[in-house]
């Protein structure tokens, strides 16, 4: 059981949009920055999104992040296939003084 | 350019230890901590536990605390996943990640290629 809640799968068509939430408690989320990942099968984990909806270079502009409280969620516009991948969401929990991370999105570009 | 370079794959039996290392080249390797994730086979990616290279502090999440050590060797940029007595469970696949601070959250910019581990009897 994953300290940081995500759907187990989301998807939509080619050039649609689609949202992840992650979800947690002021702990972790509500006090912490928010970081971002997306995983394709057989490769390392890329850094997408961190601190206040910043990119790493080479990210595009169609990857945004935001904060609300304890829920973050994690926009993709414009999908393309490539986009299929699993993605995470992380942080540091306070409590815990550990990185927890959800339970990570499996995304489907139909 | 910044790399972090992990041990080759490796099988082992039930009971057997095992170490494996992450190489970090191209940045301050002191100034960072170095975290370990591990992923289960068809399974999400779970923390491990994160190492300050620079002094070696250590924060293991409660799931692994006491199940596996890391450590660090400044001398190498060489941070360290050891386990003394190996589980079928702790097959899969191993991944270890730069972040620059555990302040304000934990972001991992660069990660190793990962290490496969096999625990099969």
């Known amino acids: 059981q994953s300290v940081l809640t995500q759907p187990p799968s989301v998807s939509a068509a080619p050039g649609q949009k689609v949202t992840i939430s992650c979800s947690g408690s002021?702990?972790?989320?509500?006090?912490?920055?928010v970081s971002w990942y997306q995983h394709l099968p057989g490769t390392a984990p890329k850094l997408l999104i961190y601190?206040?909806?910043k990119r790493p270079s080479g990210i595009p502009g169609r990857f945004s992040g935001s904060k609300s409280g304890t829920l973050a969620t994690l926009d993709i516009t414009g999908l393309q296939t490539g986009d299929e991948a699993d993605y995470y969401c992380g942080t540091w929990d306070n409590s815990l003084s550990a990185v927890v991370f959800g339970g990570g999105t499996k995304l489907t570009v139909l | 350019e910044v790399q972090l370079v992990q041990s080759g794959a490796e099988v082992k039996k039930p009971g057997e230890s095992l170490k494996i290392s992450c190489k970090g080249s191209g940045y301050s390797f002191t100034t960072y901590w170095i975290g370990w994730a591990r992923q289960m086979p068809g399974k999400g990616l779970e923390w491990m536990g994160v190492?300050?290279?620079?002094?070696?502090?250590?924060r293991y999440s409660p799931s692994f605390q006491g199940q596996v050590t890391i450590s660090a060797d400044k001398s190498v940029s060489t941070v360290y996943l050891q386990w003394s007595s190996l589980k079928a469970s702790d097959t899969g696949m191993y991944y270890c990640a730069r972040s620059s601070s555990m302040v304000r959250g934990a972001t991992f910019d660069y990660w190793g290629q990962g290490t496969l581990v096999t625990v099969s009897s």
């Open positions: 002021n702990s972790n989320i509500g006090n912490n920055y």
């Open positions: 601190d206040k909806n």
């Open positions: 190492i300050y290279a620079g002094d070696s502090d250590t």
